[in-house]
């Protein structure tokens, strides 16, 4: 079934050509990687990373910071209106007045008396000192909480809870129990330190401490998710967005705390059109190393020399010494057609099998020489399986040249339809790169991709490789048995038809 003088002959007729291309395609295949690999690309990417990164964390700690603010402000006003408000209540009632209130109530409640009915009670007994219910009912309500105890560290801590509950609230039902959580911690937290200090404000206390504490907080939640931040930065940005928030309140008084908020910490992503901002995000998390390497050689120029190749060299196995009479010398020998078939079947596939063998060691030998850069994202065994899915391709389009080659006696003929078949299979994955999901948004043309309908190369999936999936599989499956079953009808024919010698 093989012949060694017909392999011999093929290997001498066609080694030139063979070395030229396994040359050339592993010379810039070379070049490709060590360029790519060391050159400035990711590092614009990066650049650009950073910029958006820094942008969309900067917005983050805004708000933040504008939103804490605003609350804290709010709760401290609230402290010290809620505060002043008891202690002119306790002093119009005088503390003998809480203790009459407080006790006939007591009494009311021994007797039997449900809490409403009491106060409604108390209300009506107290109506001729000027006592509201709704002063009845603060004045029972912290008796309830604290008793007789009157004093400021007392009261204060009263109020305080109050505020805080009040904010809990809130927040509650705004951003759910997580962020209340958090909101009510730090308004006790805020408030006791506020009341530690008697030289600021409320407003620039609260602007000052809530600075500190996104400086703290927000640089320890950007740690958990990889991003590092220095507190003393993040603290600037958040009192510098405070201060702009501040002016603007002081400006405009009566516009929406929310809206403010939402209009100061927009970041640039937020000012483009939604297809821009998905384009830029895209950009952002571009694997450029992979792209070129994955998807623009392997699939597009790293093809283009060996499918060249293949059309000369699976029209000169056949096709070519038929057309010439060359094959009537073989075939007066004892060689049988057969045995000529399989013979340059295993010719060309071991050719193919070589050079992209040939491949794998350069850009292996390429990816140790350029070393552990963070530009390069493609393994040695990724760039193995790449290799291999290249192979495979080609050997699936080989078996199309190589039946054309042994279905025509023309060489023309099997040149034109299998050359022909072949590169158009190249031209219409080139085309269909610019429609793939590999290339970002901002200059992919969705049209395009229809080209990847026609094309069996399309079936080589390297970014399968690249992702660590294992949808190239059963793609390589159907290519091998492509190629597979082109080389048996290949050999049906050759054996069955009519041959000019």
């Given at each position: 079934?093989?012949?060694?003088?017909?392999?011999?002959?093929?290997?001498?007729?066609?080694?030139?050509?063979?070395?030229?291309?396994?040359?050339?395609?592993?010379?810039?295949?070379?070049?490709?990687?060590?360029?790519?690999?060391?050159?400035?690309?990711?590092?614009?990417?990066?650049?650009?990373?950073?910029?958006?990164?820094?942008?969309?964390?900067?917005?983050?700690?805004?708000?933040?910071a504008m939103r804490y603010y605003?609350?804290?402000?709010?709760?401290?006003?609230?402290?010290?209106?809620?505060?002043?408000?008891?202690?002119?209540?306790?002093?119009?009632?005088?503390?003998?007045?809480?203790?009459?209130?407080?006790?006939?109530?007591?009494?009311?409640?021994?007797?039997?008396?449900?809490?409403?009915?009491?106060?409604?009670?108390?209300?009506s007994q107290t109506s001729a000192?000027?006592?509201?219910?709704?002063?009845?009912?603060?004045?029972?309500?912290?008796?309830?909480?604290?008793?007789?105890?009157?004093?400021?560290?007392?009261?204060?801590?009263?109020?305080?809870?109050?505020?805080?509950?009040?904010?809990?609230?809130?927040?509650?039902?705004?951003?759910g129990q997580e962020a209340a959580?958090?909101?009510?911690?730090?308004?006790?937290?805020?408030?006791?330190?506020?009341?530690?200090?008697?030289?600021?404000?409320?407003?620039?206390?609260?602007?000052?401490?809530?600075?500190?504490?996104?400086?703290?907080?927000?640089?320890?939640?950007?740690?958990?998710?990889?991003?590092?931040?220095?507190?003393?930065?993040?603290?600037?940005?958040?009192?510098?967005?405070?201060?702009?928030?501040?002016?603007?309140?002081?400006?405009?008084?009566?516009?929406?705390?929310?809206?403010?908020?939402?209009?100061?910490?927009?970041?640039?992503?937020?000012?483009?059109?939604?297809?821009?901002?998905?384009?830029?995000?895209?950009?952002?998390?571009?694997?450029?190393?992979?792209?070129?390497?994955?998807?623009?050689?392997?699939?597009?120029?790293?093809?283009?020399?060996?499918?060249?190749?293949?059309?000369?060299?699976?029209?000169?196995?056949?096709?070519?010494?038929?057309?010439?009479?060359?094959?009537?010398?073989?075939?007066?020998?004892?060689?049988?057609?057969?045995?000529?078939?399989?013979?340059?079947?295993?010719?060309?596939?071991?050719?193919?099998?070589?050079?992209?063998?040939?491949?794998?060691?350069?850009?292996?030998?390429?990816?140790?020489?350029?070393?552990?850069?963070?530009?390069?994202?493609?393994?040695?065994?990724?760039?193995?399986?790449?290799?291999?899915?290249?192979?495979?391709?080609?050997?699936?389009?080989?078996?199309?040249?190589?039946?054309?080659?042994?279905?025509?006696?023309?060489?023309?003929?099997?040149?034109?339809?299998?050359?022909?078949?072949?590169?158009?299979?190249?031209?219409?994955?080139?085309?269909?790169?610019?429609?793939?999901?590999?290339?970002?948004?901002?200059?992919?043309?969705?049209?395009?991709?229809?080209?990847?309908?026609?094309?069996?190369?399309?079936?080589?999936?390297?970014?399968?490789?690249?992702?660590?999936?294992?949808?190239?599989?059963?793609?390589?499956?159907?290519?091998?048995?492509?190629?597979?079953?082109?080389?048996?009808?290949?050999?049906?024919?050759?054996?069955?038809?009519?041959?000019?010698?």
């Open positions: 079934m093989f012949s060694k003088p017909l392999f011999k002959q093929s290997c001498k007729a066609n080694a030139v050509v063979w070395g030229l291309v396994t040359f050339a395609t592993c010379f810039m295949l070379a070049v490709v990687i060590l360029i790519i690999g060391t050159s400035d690309a990711s590092n614009i990417r990066d650049s650009m990373v950073k910029v958006f990164q820094d942008d969309y964390v900067n917005a983050k700690i805004d708000e933040t605003h609350i804290t402000e709010g709760a401290l006003e609230a402290y010290e209106e809620k505060k002043e408000a008891f202690r002119t209540l306790i002093e119009g009632v005088t503390e003998e007045g809480y203790v009459t209130v407080t006790q006939g109530y007591e009494t009311l409640v021994a007797g039997g008396a449900d809490d409403e009915t009491a106060r409604a009670t108390i209300d000192l000027g006592l509201t219910r709704e002063y009845v009912d603060v004045l029972i309500d912290y008796y309830l909480a604290c008793g007789s105890d009157l004093s400021e560290p007392t009261v204060s801590s009263y109020i305080m809870n109050g505020v805080a509950d009040g904010v809990t609230a809130q927040i509650l039902a705004q951003y959580d958090s909101a009510r911690g730090m308004m006790t937290g805020a408030i006791e330190a506020y009341l530690s200090q008697d030289a600021l404000s409320t407003t620039d206390f609260a602007a000052g401490y809530i600075a500190e504490l996104v400086g703290e907080q927000m640089s320890e939640l950007l740690l958990q998710e990889g991003l590092t931040y220095v507190p003393a930065e993040i603290e600037a940005e958040a009192a510098e967005a405070i201060r702009n928030f501040r002016g603007r309140l002081l400006v405009d008084p009566d516009q929406d705390a929310d809206v403010l908020i939402a209009e100061l910490c927009s970041s640039i992503l937020d000012e483009f059109p939604e297809d821009v901002t998905v384009a830029l995000e895209e950009i952002q998390n571009l694997d450029v190393f992979g792209l070129i390497v994955g998807a623009v050689f392997f699939k597009a120029a790293g093809l283009l020399l060996p499918m060249v190749y293949t059309i000369m060299t699976a029209n000169n196995l056949i096709a070519g010494q038929v057309d010439s009479g060359s094959m009537a010398y073989v075939l007066s020998t004892p060689t049988k057609r057969g045995k000529v078939i399989f013979t340059q079947m295993c010719f060309l596939v071991l050719s193919l099998f070589s050079m992209f063998a040939l491949t794998t060691l350069t850009g292996v030998v390429c990816l140790a020489a350029i070393g552990d850069r963070t530009a390069v994202t493609v393994s040695y065994g990724e760039m193995v399986l790449l290799n291999l899915g290249a192979f495979i391709t080609m050997f699936a389009i080989s078996g199309i040249c190589f039946l054309a080659s042994a279905w025509f006696n023309r060489s023309k003929q099997a040149t034109t339809w299998g050359g022909g078949l072949s590169m158009f299979f190249l031209v219409t994955i080139i085309l269909g790169m610019f429609g793939s999901k590999v290339i970002p948004s901002a200059i992919r043309i969705d049209a395009m991709n229809y080209f990847n309908y026609v094309t069996i190369i399309s079936l080589f999936d390297s970014i399968s490789i690249l992702n660590g999936t294992l949808t190239f599989l059963w793609k390589l499956a159907i290519l091998a048995a492509i190629g597979i079953a082109c080389y048996a009808v290949s050999a049906i024919r050759f054996r069955k038809k009519d041959l000019p010698l």
